[in-house]
């Protein structure tokens, strides 16, 4: 897609949906930095928020969100940034979303691998098309 089209696609968006979309992007940035420079047991904090007593936007609205921002950074967003995110604005608008962190030992190469998706009531909404591979090994919060 063009830039041209991308900005055209953008002007036709809601003004709740630009709004959600731009959060989106901020909280992916911070969150890669975050997953970049802090340990483990800081980062996973920031999706746990208490849940709140919004209910807008809808938990559909914010999983669009996460997933057009996360392919419009010029870097690969990861899932953990992906679920941290989605986790935490879910969570803001009164959404009880749990953050899985999964691991498996690679059938081919035999390594490990890690994998996070995020849940709610039992139903995947981010990451859970890999999710069936992993064993959950913790759940957030």
């Known amino acids: 897609m063009t830039k041209a089209g991308l900005f ?3 002007r036709h968006l809601s ?3 630009k ?3 731009f959060r989106a992007t901020g909280m992916l940035i911070f969150a890669s930095a975050a997953v970049a420079v802090l340990p483990f047991r800081y980062v996973i904090k920031l999706g ?5 007593h919004r209910r807008s936007p809808t938990a559909a609205d914010i999983v669009w969100a996460v997933e057009v921002a996360s392919r419009r950074m010029p870097w690969r967003a990861v899932c953990i940034e992906k679920g941290l995110v989605a986790q935490r604005m879910l969570r803001q608008a009164g959404v009880n979303a ?3 962190y999964g691991a498996r030992h690679h ?3 035999r390594t490990l691998e890690a994998h996070v998706w995020v849940t709610v009531e039992a139903r995947a909404l981010i990451g859970g098309e890999q999710a069936a591979a992993f064993m959950s090994v913790a759940t957030y919060p």
Request: aromatic letters at 0%; hydrophobic letters at 40%.
């Open 8 to 10: 055209v696609r953008l």
């Open 98 to 100: 749990i953050l899985h």
């Open 48 to 52: 746990s928020v208490p849940v709140g």
């Open 19 to 21: 709004r959600l979309l």
């Open 15 to 17: 003004s709740e949906r």
């Open 107 to 109: 059938p081919d190469t």
